[in-house]
């Protein structure tokens, strides 16, 4: 299957119209690989009604995710609703894509491949543990300890930072939270949700709507502006994941609104030493959340700060701990 990768400006609908290609001969040409996974190594064809339903996961207005079964294979199971909606159609396309171009990589969400029915697209993926958001939620919304963020964040960092220099090249996530930052049962940490992510003109997007409010950067949020914003966007929402992981809570409060109106007129949230936090990790939030996206750093930048250079040497069992919070 060879797909053309363009402009991804949501707001330009789907690049693929500029193409000459319709929705319609997009899903021909993905109907082409349609039912057939590759599970340990072995293809087969596969129709939905060889999946077996164990559970619900979790749903949004974009689909829903089941935990199904096929032969001795559990798997993740996203499940979402073909529409005359571009906007839509282009989530799922994009969705499709990210996870093709990055098959092998280690660092996202593994696809045994999808199908695609009349009414819905399902892509199977791999089972995992939990995403960050409920980790937290299993602890009581209690601050996870600083070694245990460090070597998530070790972990997510360099998942970002390789997955965007190495394999997806172009491509800005935008919709980075707790919730898209899944671990396995060893505590490794794996990106999903690639549907409202976007290809970088000169490295830079256009579109604003994409995303999840309380996590954009400034200058995401600044409606009023035609500002492109880079790949720096992404920094400041794990930064604001940092400092959820660190205190057990969301650092703004109130509406979607009153968090936007906190983004752009409060100073940034913070870590203080005072606090018990160690230097090195107050500054990696201090440059993650610089309100100047200029002033803040890159991935290749972040992936040599002493921070992540400790944590990356120090011998933290995550995955011990991991197991105590899950048991």
Known sequence: MSLGFGDAREDDSVSSYRQGNSIDSLYQELMVSSGLLTIGGKTQKVAFEDL????????????????????????????????????????????????????????????????????????????????LDLLLKRTGNQPIPEPIVG?????????QGSVIIRILQNVIHRDVKPSNILLDW???????????????????????????????????????EDTP????????SLGITLVELATGHFPYEGSDFQIISSILELPSPSLKTTDGFTPEFCNLVDLCL??????????????????????EKANTDVSEWFGEIMT
Not at 58 to 64: I, K, T
Not at 152 to 157: A, C, G, L, N, R
Request: charged share 25%; proline share 4%; glycine share 6%.
């Open 229 to 236: 914003y880079d790949i720096r966007s992404d920094v400041w």
């Open 52 to 131: 077996q339903f164990i559970a619900e996961l979790g749903h949004g207005s974009c689909g829903h995710v089941s935990k199904m079964q096929f032969n001795d294979n559990v798997m993740a199971v996203k499940a979402m609703p073909r529409s005359t909606n571009p906007v839509e159609n282009n989530r799922i396309i994009m969705d499709l894509r990210i996870l093709s171009r990055a098959y092998d990589c280690p660092h996202i969400v593994h696809s045994y491949g999808y199908i695609i029915t009349e009414n819905e697209v399902m892509i199977c993926m791999e089972a995992m543990a939990t995403c």
């Open 151 to 159: 070597k998530i964040e070790e972990s997510e960092f360099k998942t």
């Open 186 to 224: 060893n505590g490794v940490v794996k990106l999903c949700d690639f549907g409202i992510s976007g290809f970088l003109i000169e490295s830079r997007a256009k579109s604003k709507g994409a995303g999840c409010p309380p996590y954009m950067a400034p200058e995401r949020v600044r409606v009023t």
């Open 290 to 311: 610089r309100r100047n996206v200029e002033e803040r750093p890159r991935y290749a930048a972040i992936l040599r700060h002493k921070f992540i250079v400790n944590n």
